[in-house]
């Protein structure tokens, strides 16, 4: 199929067509942060599990202190993490821990600085209570066997949290795909070499690796020389091996450009080249029949960087079953873009008191401008068919970074 030169909507549905399957995984519950669940959390127990003691003090029969007692002799003390007691004397108390299961036959629970406590005897400094306070009751939270957290979710530190409090020292996640990232060209020196004048570092491999690492996905580096031979022989190799391959450069019109080729030589098919956008116009996207998929971005490390974002993070998105929460903000300045593509443009992202989000264009000096992207927090998305674009309207926003 030539389906040169498509429009950004086409591409992510041509995307979401070759979505991934990923495998589940057995992982200790300590290195699931981030992952995504493959298994429904159940409540093993009644969250709480028992009538729990939220005050440090005593705890007493309501009606007694409804018929005036306010002075309880101490019958017995419950610790938190002892088996229950029982009160004997209705007239008496029991001392009760936070954390304590509430003994049998008390229901109210009075703090200790609303107490005297003299000579074993609890005197109730206070002329009213609520009955029943200061216990946090079995069951109130989650009834057993209640579907707590469901699967897909990405866990985060609450699900962590309830994972352990149900027993789970492993879970079920999603396996994420062994990826290798590319830099290619012959301009591109390691980051540790300090560079000749017409060399560069290959910075942009270190961004997209930093970038899989906040999503779950570990991914090595590569490097290829602008050698098809040299090319041809690496990239073969490494088919075998992982999953997702993408590459950086080497796919634009240049003599030397000759990833597209490569890949086409080693079977695997274009799915399509090029895209109605700025920056990343070049983008290349293609899988083999082994379901290896290849993300072909272009060098420029803003068009690579917006690739990453905007279609890297949809696919993987998609292939974890996940549906993304688009972020709408309120554009600040006017901002005028001519031709007839999608533009992805710099922004940073501002709270503001009446509780909207907006978006500050900074234009950098084109996809070469990688700086530009340490002063700004994402990309507005302003859609093809239009030019001017006027500030208060609002836009999709894809955050790079967490601001708050
Ligand atoms: N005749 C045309 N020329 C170009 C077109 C076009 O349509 N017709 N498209 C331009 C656009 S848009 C882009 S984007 C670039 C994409 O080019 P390539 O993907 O072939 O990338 P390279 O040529 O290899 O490199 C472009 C640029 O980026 C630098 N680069 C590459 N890799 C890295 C890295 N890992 N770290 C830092 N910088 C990197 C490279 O040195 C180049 O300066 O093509 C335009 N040309
Ligand atoms: O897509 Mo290129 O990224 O416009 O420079
Ligand atoms: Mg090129």
């Not at 803003?302 to 972020?327: A, R």
Request: net charge negative; hydrophobic share 40%.
């Amino acid at each position: 199929m030539e389906n040169t030169f498509i429009p950004y909507e086409k591409a992510l549905s041509i995307l979401e067509e070759h979505k991934g399957e990923f495998p589940i995984e057995s992982r200790n519950l300590e290195d699931c942060i981030g992952a995504y669940l493959a298994e429904d959390l159940l409540a093993d127990r009644d969250f709480p599990p028992f009538d729990r003691v939220t005050m440090d003090g005593i705890a007493i029969v309501y009606g007694t202190f409804e018929n005036g007692k306010r002075t309880f002799n101490i019958e017995s003390v419950a610790a938190a993490g002892t088996p229950q007691l029982t009160l004997k004397d209705t007239q008496n108390c029991i001392e009760v821990m936070t954390g304590a299961i509430m003994p049998n036959g008390v229901d109210t629970v009075i703090r200790y600085e609303d107490l005297t406590i003299e000579n074993n005897q609890a005197t109730i400094n206070l002329d009213s209570l609520n009955h029943k306070q200061n216990v946090h009751f079995k069951g109130i939270d989650i009834a057993q066997g209640t579907k707590i957290v469901n699967q897909g979710k990405k866990l985060s530190s609450a699900e962590i949290n309830i994972a352990a409090a149900v027993g789970k020292a492993s879970l079920l996640v999603k396996k994420m795909p062994k990826v290798v990232i590319f830099s290619t060209g012959d301009e591109l020196v390691p980051v540790h070499q300090t560079p000749k004048l017409h060399q560069i570092r290959r910075s942009n491999i270190y961004g997209i690796q930093a970038t899989l690492k906040e999503w779950g996905v570990l991914a090595k580096l590569e490097h290829l020389a602008d050698n098809k031979e040299e090319m041809l022989a690496t990239i073969s190799v490494l088919l075998k091996e992982y999953d997702l391959f993408i590459f950086t450069g080497g796919v634009s019109k240049g003599k030397f450009d000759y990833l597209p080729d490569v890949l086409e030589e080693l079977k695997v098919k274009k799915h399509f080249h090029k895209i109605q956008q700025r920056p990343g116009k070049p983008f290349w996207f293609g899988s083999n029949t082994e379901g290896k998929k290849i993300f072909a971005l272009p060098g420029n490390p803003v068009s690579s960087f917006v690739c990453v974002y905007m279609y890297l993070q949809f696919w993987l998105q998609k292939s974890l079953g996940i549906e993304q929460e688009v972020l709408h903000v309120k554009l600040k300045n006017d901002v005028e873009f001519k031709p007839d593509l999608v533009y992805f443009l710099e922004a940073t992202l501002e709270s503001n008191p009446d509780g909207t989000l907006s978006a500050e264009a900074i234009k950098g000096n084109g996809s070469g401008d990688f700086a530009n992207l340490v002063k700004t927090d994402g990309f507005l998305i302003l859609p093809q068919n239009k030019s001017q674009f006027f500030a208060n309207e609002v836009y999709p926003f894809v955050p790079y970074r967490t601001k708050w």
